[in-house]
């Protein structure tokens, strides 16, 4: 499978823990995005690298959200001392290049914080 | 990026076409027309993308009006599989890579 991948697929946490998603774009993507989503909603943009810069960050991506992407390949975002807003399915996407190519989300990671 | 407005749900029979409509009507000439849909606890899949004339491909159709503030998705033969929420976007480059979402329109494909 060469699609998007994301793990883990699901996380329980008990607030104030950390946690860590990762994300493996299609290969040679040099776009990665990633978004929440929360029931009943759309998804959300946080952030965004092209390589690995991160070129833009949401509003919603408060200073206990981390994103990287070392070596322009795989990327992780890091949530610290989680709270119970936190839950919501974090999806990851990835695109070739620059302009409008359409992007490839992966299946998501979901986060319940207890 | 452009605001588009989608009813919140519709129902279509299976095999018949479902016709989904976006109104747009703040449109920009450089904006495009880009419908995804999210299969329930799927990330969201790109379906087709047009800026003024209509589009074909493999999954779908897009009828652009000729004003561009509206645009209809056509699933030829909608299958039990379509059932899904389908979201329009409009997007350009200058506003950055990013996909803003709206609530988008539940299609619920009946036997």
């Known amino acids: 499978d060469t699609g998007v991948s994301q793990n883990p697929r699901h996380k329980i946490t008990k607030r104030g823990q950390n946690v860590t998603f990762r994300c493996d774009p299609i290969?040679?993507?040099?776009?990665l995005y990633w978004y929440r989503q929360t029931l009943g909603q759309g998804p959300e943009f946080l952030t965004y690298?092209?390589?690995?810069?991160?070129?833009?960050k949401s509003r919603l991506l408060s200073d206990r959200f981390s994103a990287e992407r070392p070596k322009g390949s795989f990327s992780t975002l890091e949530i610290q001392r989680t709270e119970q807003g936190d839950s919501a399915m974090y999806l990851c996407?990835?695109?070739?290049?620059?302009?409008?190519?359409?992007?490839?989300f992966g299946p998501g990671t979901r986060l319940t914080v207890t | 990026d452009a605001k588009t407005t989608q009813p919140p749900s519709m129902d279509c029979a299976e095999g018949r076409a479902a016709n989904l409509p976006c109104n747009h009507s703040?449109?920009?000439?450089?904006?495009?027309v880009y419908w995804y849909r999210q299969i329930h606890s799927q990330g969201p899949q790109y379906i087709i993308h047009?800026?003024?004339n209509n589009e074909t491909n493999e999954m779908a159709s897009l009828i652009i009006t000729e004003d561009r503030k509206s645009s209809t998705l056509i699933l030829p033969h909608a299958t039990l599989r379509d059932t899904a929420v389908y979201y329009c976007?409009?997007?350009?480059?200058?506003?950055?890579?990013?996909?803003?979402f709206g609530a988008g329109t539940i299609l619920r494909v009946k036997s």
């Open positions: 996407a990835s695109s070739p290049r620059d302009g409008l190519y359409e992007q490839y």
């Open positions: 290969s040679e993507h040099n776009r």
């Open positions: 690298f092209q390589n690995e810069a991160q070129l833009e």
């Open positions: 703040t449109i920009s000439g450089n904006e495009y």
């Open positions: 047009g800026l003024k």
């Open positions: 976007i409009v997007r350009a480059s200058a506003y950055g890579n990013k996909l803003v």
